[in-house]
């Protein structure tokens, strides 16, 4: 990589191409850049000291892309000598969400750069010379260098969830399972966007000796959405997956849409919708026949002051209604049962509701692990939760042993 000047190495935008080189400025080895590196099937290695010239500000980064289309099928995660960098990888370029500087890139492999740190001008050391310097009058003015501008890191969001025979993963957290048959505050942010408010209740139902999300409801502002699985209410309003996508809101927008079902599974058993918080959060309700799972994202600008089931945002802590911390995840289920002072969500009151009466829990003798560990469907549970790590494995192999539904294993 040289770093010289000169226009036809000017950089525009975040990223481009190697311009078109002056022979005077940039050699390459292997003729000129717009020569066809490709044949046919057949991917021809980048030449050896292959030479590309960009012109950057001091203090940012030279990133280059390799050639439009799909060349990060040839070259993603390989490493590669820059100028004086060693090792630097070459980076996927999503062309769903960045633009090169031609807007060619094609394929699944989309585009591949790098990106390689060019030094600071205003902070380098003067050049080593053999002639003698000259002594030049001091200054009568001070320049002010302004220093290079930073991008920050963003925050990511910190997620949470549950579902299955019920099993709810705090903040950050792995699952811990709750099995009464109940209505849940899993959030509740006082603050959410400009003290809007945010809501978020699960409700239980019991089958047998387990229990399993029925459906759930949100408050934004003042917005209720009730998510059913052949259907969905708002304001009261009834909707199917037919009417989405849909916005609402006031100052803050908020859209409802049809998420996308992945690949080989029957549409008949599932039904997925999105909900997207304005800019940084996003709730992800995923029903497989009756069952129902979510998925929250949240950005720490939306729910640092959240409170409820999900647990302190920061750390997942479980933390009751007085702010005090748990430690066992049953009791902390029943603290988080929907109270009086809880607003309402859900258009159907059903029972059982405090103050007369606390989560239902199962009466029916659960089955131990070592019993449905022998059980015939075992064998495809397996299978089915193969792509499930650490503890959640097991929880995953207890939701398909109890349901004898092998279907559950993809909501995991």
């Not at 490709?38 to 500000?57: D, F, R, T, W």
């Not at 990888?89 to 060019?118: I, M």
Request: aromatic share 10%; with cysteine; net charge negative.
């Amino acid at each position: 990589m040289k770093y010289v000047d000169g226009p036809e190495c000017l950089k525009d935008g975040s990223i481009s191409h190697a311009c078109t080189k002056n022979p005077d400025l940039c050699q390459v080895d292997d003729g000129d850049f717009s020569k066809e590196m490709y044949s046919g099937s057949e991917h021809a290695p980048i030449p050896v000291n292959y030479e590309m010239c960009q012109l950057v500000k001091g203090g940012t980064n030279a990133e280059f892309i390799l050639k439009d289309g799909n060349a990060c099928e040839y070259v993603q995660d390989e490493l590669f000598t820059v100028g004086e960098y060693d090792n630097v990888a070459c980076r996927a370029f999503d062309v769903d969400t960045e633009t090169s500087c031609t807007g060619g890139g094609k394929g699944s492999g989309g585009e591949c750069f790098w990106s390689v740190p060019v030094p600071d001008c205003s902070v380098l050391p003067p050049p080593v010379s053999d002639e003698t310097p000259i002594t030049e009058a001091p200054p009568t003015e001070t320049t002010t260098v302004p220093p290079p501008e930073t991008t920050a890191t963003p925050v990511p969001n910190a997620e949470g969830g549950g579902g299955g025979d019920p099993h709810f993963a705090r903040w950050g957290r792995e699952h811990d399972s709750f099995h009464g048959e109940c209505d849940l505050v899993m959030v509740h942010s006082d603050e959410f966007h400009n003290g809007a408010g945010f809501d978020l209740h699960a409700r239980t139902k019991i089958q047998d000796y387990f229990s399993y999300i029925e459906s759930m409801a949100m408050k934004v502002g003042e917005n209720v959405l009730e998510i059913h699985n052949d259907h969905f209410l708002l304001n009261g309003v009834k909707f199917t997956s037919a009417d989405l996508p849909m916005t609402f809101g006031g100052e803050f927008k908020y859209t409802i849409s049809n998420a996308p079902i992945e690949a080989g599974k029957n549409p008949k058993y599932y039904q997925y919708y999105k909900v997207d918080l304005h800019e940084d959060s996003s709730v992800l309700f995923k029903f497989y026949k009756k069952f129902l799972t979510f998925t929250i994202s949240g950005h720490s600008n939306d729910f640092k002051d959240s409170v409820g089931l999900m647990g302190e945002y920061h750390t997942g802590e479980m933390i009751n209604r007085d702010g005090n911390v748990m430690t066992d995840f049953e009791s902390y289920g029943f603290e988080w049962q929907v109270a009086p002072t809880d607003t309402v969500l859900f258009s159907e009151v059903r029972s059982p509701q405090l103050p007369y009466e606390m989560c239902r829990m199962p009466t029916a003798a659960r089955p131990a692990r070592r019993t449905l560990r022998k059980s015939a469907i075992m064998a495809q549970a397996q299978e089915a939760c193969a792509h499930v790590t650490g503890g959640d494995y097991n929880l995953c192999l207890d939701d398909v042993a109890m349901t004898g539904d092998i279907g559950l294993a993809s909501l995991w």
